[in-house]
């Protein structure tokens, strides 16, 4: 099993950065596939970002490619998203995800074994 537990969220103006981080822990969390989904209000799921076992391959929603950086850090078992130049768009909850197995470039909700409860994310224009 693996349990993940998002924190970071807030209430920021357009422009602005926030850092989300997602707390691992279980005994295959290694051999998982991280990645980053939102939902805002009425609409579905959406993938963010995803990146490998490793740490070496990574991949992004189109609209927030420049902006967002999925990082994770194996020792520490947590995985970041780093997120600059934040526009009224971006905001939902924001949802850490775990693959068993993954490649780091699966970004189809039913692809993720795992979820966090979610952190919300608000972006005032």
């Known amino acids: 099993q693996v349990q993940l537990v998002e924190s970071g969220g807030g209430l920021v103006q357009a422009g602005g950065s926030l850092r989300l981080s997602c707390a691992a822990s279980?005994?295959?969390?290694?051999?998982?596939?991280m990645g980053w989904f939102r939902q805002a209000p009425g609409k579905d799921r959406e993938f963010v970002a995803t990146?490998?076992?490793?740490?070496?391959?990574?991949y992004y929603l189109d609209s927030v490619k420049g902006r967002f950086t999925i990082s994770r850090d194996n020792a520490k078992n947590t995985v970041d998203l780093q997120m600059n130049n934040l526009k009224p768009d971006d905001t939902a909850v924001y949802y850490c995800?775990?693959?068993?197995w993954g490649s780091g470039s699966e970004t189809m909700k039913d692809q993720y074994n795992y979820w966090g409860q979610g952190t919300q994310v608000t972006v005032s224009s």
């Open positions: 995800a775990a693959r068993l």
């Open positions: 990146v490998s076992q490793n740490g070496a391959r990574t």
């Open positions: 279980g005994p295959t969390i290694r051999y998982c596939a």
